[in-house]
């Protein structure tokens, strides 16, 4: 009778420590109890060019975390973006602008992912201090030639900029209503070299994402304001534009493409928006 009740004993005892382990929800493995699975599938992004290190900072990491997932970025244009979540051919579309009135209307919805923030630089030794964006616009297309003209020295105005392929050229151009009209002494392929290349000449003007500046240039005020992260995300450094992300504003992203996209407008995504080169929105 004993040997029985202490055999009955130990079996409890066992069926008490199956249990204990089949119900801590995997916390004994390290899993969190209620733990997401991690998300699997593809994320298509179309659209801006201007986008393209950014989002690549953003599905990099992304990817990194998710093995499982493959986000894809076709480099088609702003407008071909937000037209190609209007034709259901992409999860989300990417546009270097905000949406346009007529695009709202057409159903869709734009959520600002970061902020192109775009600093104009000179030789530290520049006496100019503020320009106007018309200022700014009429030097890079050659109607103002000599920095005596706008407060400085007499000397000529030397311009610097990006390729022709450069995102932040064309953001630039489009600020400053240059596009197709700047007269470039030099078009440069990056833009370290921009900024390099200001630095040693007392003449020079360029620009550069506010990011990549270094305290070897000068940056210029526009309309009386210094470019910061500060002025940039309260809008009143003027040359700046909106990266945004676009999606359907009736339809709710699923799966892959709603995860991918949280992460890039939280607050984890903002060191990875800095690296490359724009500022993260306020929050």
Known sequence: MKKFVSLLLAMVCAAAVFAGCSGNNGAESGKPENSVPVQ???VSLDGSTSMEKVIGYLSEAYMEENTDVKVTYNPTGSGS???AVVDGRCDIGLSSRDLKDEEIAQGLKGTVVAIDGIAVIMHVNNPVENLTIEQIGDIFKGEITNWNQVGGSDAPIVCIGREAASGTRDGFESITDTEDECKYSQELT???DVVQTVSSNPNAIGYASLASVKD???TLKV???APSKETI????Y???????LVTKAD???EGAAKDFFDYAVSEKADELITKAGAVPVKR
């Not at 995300?233 to 009143?236: A, K, L, P």
């Not at 003027?238 to 945004?244: E, G, H, L, N, P």
């Open 81 to 83: 973006g937000i037209q």
């Open 238 to 244: 003027k040359i700046q534009r909106d990266f945004v």
């Open 233 to 236: 995300q309260d809008g009143s």
């Open 190 to 192: 990056s833009t370290g």
């Open 40 to 42: 699997s599938g593809t």
């Open 216 to 218: 070897t240039v000068k």
């Open 251 to 253: 339809k709710a992203l």
């Open 223 to 225: 309309e009386g304001v």
